[in-house]
């Protein structure tokens, strides 16, 4: 059941069954992850800056997302705790989120109520968002939609939520860090040196996780989005600055300096692809 609140006030049947990626990712949420990313999030919530992925690179320096946000119908995918979403809602675009996770949700409503910020909240999969096509003219993913759900059932989903010339943001772990990490977290972080092929990335179940994660190739990336009528209008690889401190153990400061440890992904939606041309 998709329940919508804060905004909404009605319940949605999710297609059943759900893909079996998505009841994992659910109970994985829910069980281990959500109390993990709690304090985060209501700290998130509080900063007046939006920062990107493991080491707070500002939008302010990146520029991944519009200038101007006022009035836009913006979609995040995967909000978590929504501190993205009350970040958009401030600088007056009209944001609903979506996750997999009540408890993450939970999280969320407490924190709309304490900062008295509102916006609609959905609980659902976002590979089947239950709102209308052409809804909205950003989507976003910031480490939500994007690693823990198939790619090839979110990205048409996002096309078909966009509006022609709308715009698609999603952050995801850099295609060198995917190779480079081992298996096991006991093993440390990425190093030097390739541990699994390039091609045919698609799912990945780590050994000592439960949640199902998923990463593509470069070229894979480029053919689905244009599939979907996407342009990409750019990649962003984020570089760790100088002496940054990473709060994951899987993820190198060093090595973030060198490589990119993470990237974000922009691309528009074409009148063509609009179309189904």
Request: net charge negative; charged share 25%.
């Amino acid at each position: 059941m998709s329940t919508i609140s804060r905004g909404y006030h009605r319940d949605v049947t999710e297609p059943e069954p759900l893909p079996d990626h998505v009841l994992r990712n659910r109970v994985y949420w829910d069980e281990v992850n959500a109390s993990r990313y709690a304090e985060p999030g209501r700290r998130a919530w509080a900063r007046n800056d939006f920062t990107w992925g493991i080491f707070k690179v500002p939008e302010s320096e990146l520029r991944a997302l519009p200038d101007d946000l006022v009035g836009r119908d913006v979609i995040e995918l995967g909000c978590g705790t929504a501190y993205l979403s009350a970040w958009l809602a401030r600088r007056g675009a009209r944001v609903t989120g979506i996750d997999n996770s009540e408890e993450q949700l939970k999280t969320a409503r407490a924190l709309q109520v304490e900062h008295d910020l509102e916006f609609p909240l959905i609980h659902g999969n976002a590979e089947s968002v239950p709102l209308p096509d052409a809804s909205f003219d950003l989507a976003i993913s910031e480490y939500g939609v994007s690693i823990w759900a198939d790619p090839y059932r979110w990205i048409p989903e996002a096309s078909r939520l966009l509006r022609p010339g709308g715009e698609l943001v999603f952050l995801v772990n850099g295609t060198l860090w995917v190779l480079t990490v081992p298996d096991t977290d006991d093993e440390g972080p990425a190093a030097d040196r390739l541990l699994r092929p390039y091609f045919g990335m698609h799912r990945f179940e780590w050994p000592d996780e439960p949640g199902v994660e998923f990463y593509l190739g470069y070229g894979d990336w480029i053919r689905l989005l244009r599939a979907n009528g996407f342009q990409v209008v750019d990649l962003i690889e984020i570089q760790a600055p100088k002496g940054a401190v990473s709060p994951e153990h899987l993820v190198d400061p060093e090595w973030a300096h060198r490589y990119p440890a993470e990237q974000i992904w922009r691309a528009r939606k074409t009148i063509e692809g609009a179309l189904g041309g």
